[in-house]
Structure formats: C-alpha cells, structure tokens
C-alpha cells in the first residue's frame, strides 16, 4: 500500500502560478504511475495529469494542455503538477493518487490510493 500527501495550493490571482507536490511513502514512487485530479462541488473528479513510471512519458487532459506539467523526482518520492497561466476555473481541490504499474490513466476508477487534496482557489 502507499499513501500520498499534496501541498502546495493556495489563493493566486488569474495568470499566476503554483507548484503542487505529492509526497509518495508506505511504498517507493517507482512502483506505480502518478495522477493528478481536480474536484469541485456538485461535479465528478477530473482528470488532469499522470506520468507513467515505465519511461516516464506524460499525460494531459485537453483542458490544461500546454499549462500544466507534470513531473517527478524518483529520490525525493515526490511528483510535482506546476500550473501555470491559472484561470479561475481552475478552482478546485487537486488530489494526486497512485495506480499499479502501467494501469494509470486520466479515470480516477484506474488509481488505487489518494491524498486528502489541496486547495487551489484563483481569484483577483
């Protein structure tokens, strides 16, 4: 089993930027591929973001192509979502969470383990 911890949101204005991290222990971060999610009331959880621990390639929903980027350092077991060009319907709590090895994709049912969440909120 893993457990995962995110930090890193926080309020910004529109066009600013923030790096979320996720801490991965309980198991090592090379076991499994690394997704990013975003939820806000009253709708489903989002995909946003993963990276494949295979050879590392990266995946992105089409809302934050070219503004979000995912990445990882295997030494710190930390996964990082730096979200550039915020909007504010960017708004919501963004969860990082783990699924088995090449099993991970942008469906929260894919990923076996979670974080609590941070709140990124984007407004002047």
């Known amino acids: 089993q893993v457990q995962l911890v995110e930090s890193g949101g926080g309020l910004v204005q529109p066009g600013g930027s923030l790096r979320l991290s996720c801490v991965v222990s309980?198991?090592?971060?090379?076991?499994?591929?690394i997704g990013w999610f975003r939820q806000v009331p009253g709708k489903e959880r989002e995909g946003v973001s993963y990276?494949?621990?295979?050879?590392?390639?990266?995946y992105y929903s089409d809302a934050v192509k070219g503004q979000f980027t995912i990445s990882r350092d295997n030494v710190k077991n930390t996964v990082y979502l730096q979200m550039n060009s915020l909007k504010p319907e960017d708004t919501a709590i963004y969860y990082c969470?783990?699924?088995?090895?090449?099993?991970?994709?942008?469906?929260?049912?894919?990923?076996?383990?979670w974080g609590q969440g941070t709140q990124v909120t984007v407004s002047s």
């Open positions: 969470a783990a699924a088995p090895y090449q099993l991970g994709t942008l469906r929260p049912s894919t990923y076996a383990y």
């Open positions: 309980g198991s090592v971060l090379n076991a499994y591929d």
């Open positions: 990276i494949r621990w295979r050879d590392g390639s990266t």
